[in-house]
């Protein structure tokens, strides 16, 4: 157990004995024979500071007083006098003598309350820092045994991830497993007929289907993204439960057509100190939520009219295509030219659509230079000395046209390639 953690059970033993002895207090105070005595448990309430002995508030309990003593072992803490309350009829207070100093607080209700009193007394005491004790050590328990489970269920975890090698979206999930180390399978998904999903009503892709003992299916790459980098820094959430967290919503885009949408898909789900150790600080956050954001809206959309720019380009992307997907023999034949042809005006469509200059190579050349100006010249990648999510998610997109002709301008023509190669590194553990 850490420091930090031993500190947290430190604190937590202190309010848990606070609120224990509270209710002793509370349960004495009716018992005949100690009403006298509920002074002696103004040490569980807070009546000891650090200079010395200090009233916490007055009780109003006839014939109640108390001469308060501390002696702490290696400091000087001055002899302190507690008065609350006492009735002139009561015996007045013993009187302190050194022989008495060490042991701790004097009162007259002691000998007052009886031998039943006393009995009852010690055994509220006794009971309520028991409770205290036990009440701590269930908590510890309990996080070590969620982080035991944790640990069963990442051993046990299979998953699955439905992709198309050339897609940007797969890409950038793929970025992210391969970085932390997750195992998987990967299904390649035929573009054609899609026979591998037809399990699913959401037919796109990425998917990822977790065998966690019932299967879980995460949709959109970068909920995929939040929910796994939640699950994988907190301890005390179920993947069931964080998926809950990232509702779907039926919208409508520019085009009047049914998108299904995730508002808060760029968001870790995580309590403040799992936070403060995935984030450094609130800018930290804001900024990769930005450029994660920023990665899904404007620079995959750079990547279909750079590489079927030209009908050349097209073909030979195609052909990269072919090659690396899941196409039958006749498919593939189909695709390599009939898509070709078909991507090479969808191209044009989308140049228009995301209002690019007429040569797109420029978007992509000043897409690129923004990345780099982002991270700055002090720093390996935004995320700092490794990687976050918002340079996984770069890398990721910018990664599908490697061995094309648009990569190989990009590389040529930007200040982007030290940190491509310095993430294309960290993400194979080079």
Known sequence: MGLGA?????KMAAAMAHGMCSATWRLGHHLPGLR???AGLLMARGCFSRSGVVASRPVSTPGVGVRGYLNVPGREIP???LYLQRSESRAPLAPYSPQTWRRGYRTGWWQESGVSGRRSWGIMVIL??????LQTLKYSLGEERAEEDLQVTDGNLQLTLYQYKTCPFCSKVRAFLDYYQVPHEIVEVNP?????IKFSSYRKVPILLVNAGSPIQLNDSSVIISVMKTFLVSKMKSLEELVSYYPSMKATDDRGKEVIQYNNKYWLMLDERETGRVYPSKESQVEEMKWRRWTDDWLVHLISPNVYRTPREALSSFDYIVREGNFGTIEGLFAKYIGAAAMF?????LKSRHHL???VRQDLYKAANDWVAAIGKNRPFLGGSEPNLAD???YGVLRVMEGLESFNDMMSNTKIKPWYQRMTSAVNHC
Do not use: C, F, N, T
């Not at 031993?6 to 430190?10: C, M, N, P, T």
């Not at 309520?128 to 004790?133: D, F, K, R, T």
């Open 392 to 394: 996984l998610a770069v």
């Open 128 to 133: 309520g820092g028991a409770l205290g004790v």
């Open 36 to 38: 006298g005595g509920m």
């Open 79 to 81: 002899r302190s006098h």
């Open 345 to 349: 005006v969808i191209g044009k469509r």
């Open 192 to 196: 054609v007929l899609r026979r591998e």
């Open 6 to 10: 031993w500190l947290v059970y430190e």
């Open 357 to 359: 200059e007429d040569d």
